[in-house]
């Protein structure tokens, strides 16, 4: 049952599931990739039932967003142990 939701939330535009979906498939195939949605469903669904607490998707952009920022984390680290040190200021954009 979980698989067949997973098949469902994957056909979802702007989803969570369906990013995740996508960036697992790439790694270990389609049918792995679904059952490791299919197991983000189980723990959602633990935590909205442990907690009464409403579902909130994190929206598709969350994992590049996230993915940004650990890599802007880790090369901060790299310069400091290379003895260096950083400041980071956004670029301005045109307009």
Do not use: F, T
Request: charged share 25%.
């Amino acid at each position: 049952m979980l698989i067949e939701c997973a098949w469902s939330a994957i056909r979802q535009k702007d989803h969570y599931l369906r990013a995740k979906y996508y960036s697992l498939v790439k790694r270990m195939g389609k049918k792995k990739a679904l059952a490791a949605v299919a197991h983000k469903i189980l723990i959602a669904c633990y935590h909205v039932l442990k907690h009464k607490v409403p579902y909130k998707d994190l929206g598709a952009d969350y994992l590049r967003q996230n993915k940004e920022e650990q890599l802007v984390n880790h090369y901060l680290k790299k310069l400091g142990k290379m003895g260096y040190q950083a400041q980071l200021k956004p670029i301005q954009e045109a307009g």
